[in-house]
């Protein structure tokens, strides 16, 4: 059942966008998702007058009805690889008498609703937490209710969380925040027992980095020329405080009024990469994937990094804590109707 909600014509030229083009993270619709579009534009006046990189080219305000054909076929192709993996995703983790569920962001979480709701099961008692402002209204329009992760009861632990993911490797490492949100996708997803990953082929890699070419960074905008400065140290090769789609609207702002700073690296490595012998302390710009996040982490200024490492929920829970930002699968709609999963190692 396809829901219908205010949001969808945004929602369905977002994807539009994104089908054709966020392959290329230098899109910039692919960088708007969360905060600029569906959110209404907060620039700080103060932030105004300071430089502004460069725009990014803008492909995609070229209108989709000069799409040709074959581009308008393979973005619906893009699609249907969205929906099965969530309908599959949905079926396998969507818990009997679920009481709380997170809900992530991007295009393909909204296919994860739709088969939420496609289930027909009583969802009257299911609390869903949203993980920025596209999130929430995704889920009051589809007629679920919203509790902000500020309003959990202490000690509540999410039975799940569904998220998108711009890629992921081979140990289920992922990238995250091209849409503008990460703070908070991090943040639900380590409040809840598992995290599960729902995307298209396109993401699937073996390594971070290989088609997704950079990290989104969550900064506090007046550190954000500090960490610029600081992302070169270690090696980032011109990382770029992301825009809003034109300049005179910003820099973009996310949910929490911070900006964005996309850091491109090389390829990172991955655990079975360093026990082959590779060296992943940052040589030449080469790092593997948590050391390097945790470097990141450790700039003030930082919030937060795309870079989702670590424990997954069930590793969290029993080394006696809470959650954990890596998922326990990630599930791929492949170019040929089928799903693809990949399942952590635990
Ligand atoms: O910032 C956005 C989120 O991290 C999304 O989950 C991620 O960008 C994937 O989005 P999409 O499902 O639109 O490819």
């Not at 059942?1 to 910039?28: C, I, N, W």
């Not at 959990?152 to 490492?173: Q, T």
């Not at 945790?294 to 829970?317: D, H, N, S």
Request: one cysteine or more; aromatic letters at 6%.
């Amino acid at each position: 059942m396809k829901l219908s909600t205010p949001h969808d014509d945004v929602l369905r030229r977002q994807s539009t966008s994104l089908d054709v083009l966020d392959s290329t993270p230098e899109s910039s619709m692919g960088r708007l998702f969360c905060s600029s579009i569906l959110s209404p534009l907060r620039i700080n006046p103060r932030l105004r007058s300071l430089p502004l990189p460069l725009p990014l080219p803008l492909p995609l305000q070229r209108t989709p009805f000069s799409l040709s054909a074959r581009l308008q076929s393979t973005m619906s192709n893009v699609e249907e690889a969205k929906r099965a993996a969530a309908t599959t995703a949905v079926a396998n983790h969507y818990p009997k008498n679920a009481q709380w569920v997170g809900i992530g962001s991007g295009t393909t979480i909204v296919y994860v609703v739709e088969a939420i709701k496609a289930l027909g099961v009583d969802t009257s008692a299911t609390r869903y937490v949203p993980t920025g402002y596209q999130s929430r209204q995704l889920i009051v329009n589809a007629g679920l209710t919203a509790v902000e992760f500020d309003a959990i009861p202490r000690g509540v632990v999410l039975d799940v969380a569904f998220d998108g993911a711009d890629e992921v490797d081979d140990e289920l490492n992922c990238i995250k925040g091209g849409g503008a949100c990460l703070f908070q996708e991090k943040l639900v997803a380590m409040q809840a027992k598992e995290f599960i990953c729902v995307a298209d082929s396109r993401k699937l890699q073996s390594r971070l980095l290989t088609n997704w070419k950079y990290i989104p960074i969550e900064v506090a905008p007046i550190a954000a020329f500090r960490v610029l400065r600081k992302l070169t140290e270690l090696g980032s090769i011109n990382p770029t405080i992301r825009p809003n789609s034109t300049l005179k609207e910003g820099n973009l702002k996310t949910d929490q009024d911070f900006f964005l700073i996309d850091a491109p690296f090389p390829p990172l490595l991955i655990q079975a990469d360093l026990d082959g012998g590779l060296n992943g302390t940052g040589t030449g710009g080469v790092w593997e994937v948590s050391r390097l996040a945790r470097e990141i982490k450790q700039i003030a200024g930082v919030l937060e990094v795309g870079i989702f490492y670590g424990q997954t929920g069930p590793q969290a829970t029993a080394a006696g804590g809470v959650g954990g930002q890596r998922p326990v699968a990630a599930y791929f709609g492949m170019p040929d109707g089928s799903v693809s999963v990949r399942n952590a190692i635990q």
